[in-house]
């Protein structure tokens, strides 16, 4: 094996990085311009010394995807930056079961809170032709982000943003629209855990996308408040959740007369996702 290559990978895993061999590659990859299925060794000391460099910020723990600046996702490839949570694997499944759910040519309009790059919404118009979403988001820099993700994904004509705080009390009359579907990856960690977290999660996530209150769970109060009056009747709710949130999550949409359908486990066994259904009849809208 290349000397070089082993050295990175040496490195790498010297500092705990879970896939060594993966990450020395994609950044040999991004240094040499090359598909990470094409690369050929030696590199030119040029490129050593930009793969050094890159290597030298992941060795600071800087997440590879905020390194080489894209990250996969679903079926697409999404730009990401430290403006964005960066797209997890576990997140996919929120979009599986979005898909599932959805009658793939229905009109239907659905509703992302917490955008961030996109992916979860821009992931889902992809795949439904007839669809329209608006993706909320307080960060305007998130936002310029999932616009450039929507259009690199070709999903922009139909998908609007609103940069807004959906904690504020004029939330409801700014979206201004009902919605089929409502779909948030919410920040869910509670805040005296977020120190504990990994470094490349709390160094260089948005700490806005990680911090959800003291019990990690201020972000699905105000959503379930919001479907009451967000989500047509019939409508579903697709959240993703932290690690054992997902009945005390059920409980609180129960509270506001929402009715559990299914948790989905994720990859590593861990329920991720909640599905929630307004019942037909009107649920009673005060207390917003
Ligand atoms: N999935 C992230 C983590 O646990 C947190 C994202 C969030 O709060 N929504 O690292």
Do not use: C, V
């Given at each position: 094996m290349d000397e070089f290559y082993q050295e990175l990978i040496r490195k790498l895993s010297g500092v705990g990085i879970n896939s060594p061999r993966l990450e020395a590659r994609l950044i040999c990859a991004q240094a040499t311009k090359s598909e990470p299925s094409q690369l050929t060794f030696p590199l030119t000391p040029q490129q050593k010394a930009e793969a050094l460099k890159l290597l030298q910020q992941r060795l600071n723990h800087k997440p590879l995807d905020k390194i080489l600046g894209h990250r996969e996702f679903y079926k697409s490839d999404f730009l990401v930056d430290e403006n964005v949570l960066s797209p997890r694997p576990d997140t996919e499944i929120l979009v599986e079961e979005a898909i599932r759910l959805v009658e793939q040519n229905q009109p239907i309009r659905i509703l992302d809170l917490g955008?961030?790059?996109g992916c979860i919404i821009e992931s889902i118009l992809a795949e439904c032709p007839n669809a329209v979403g608006v993706g909320v988001d307080i960060s305007p820099k998130s936002l310029l982000m999932a616009q450039k993700n929507a259009e690199q994904i070709g999903v922009s004509t139909r998908l609007k943003f609103i940069q807004a705080?959906?904690?504020?009390?004029?939330f409801v009359q700014k979206t201004a629209q009902t919605f089929d579907l409502i779909v948030s990856n919410p920040p869910y960690i509670p805040t005296g855990d977020i120190q504990g977290l990994d470094p490349e999660v709390k160094n260089y996530d948005p700490y806005i996308a990680l911090d959800g209150g003291a019990d990690g769970l201020d972000s699905y109060r105000r959503i379930a408040e919001l479907s009451v009056h967000l989500l047509k009747a019939g409508g579903y709710i697709l959240l993703e959740a932290g690690i054992g949130q997902a009945l005390d999550i059920a409980g609180i949409f129960q509270r506001q007369g929402f009715v559990l359908k299914q948790i989905v486990q994720d990859l590593s066994h861990i329920e991720r996702c909640v599905i929630l259904q307004k019942p037909v009849a009107e649920i009673k809208k005060d207390g917003i």
């Open positions: 955008t961030g790059s705080d959906w904690f504020d009390r004029s």
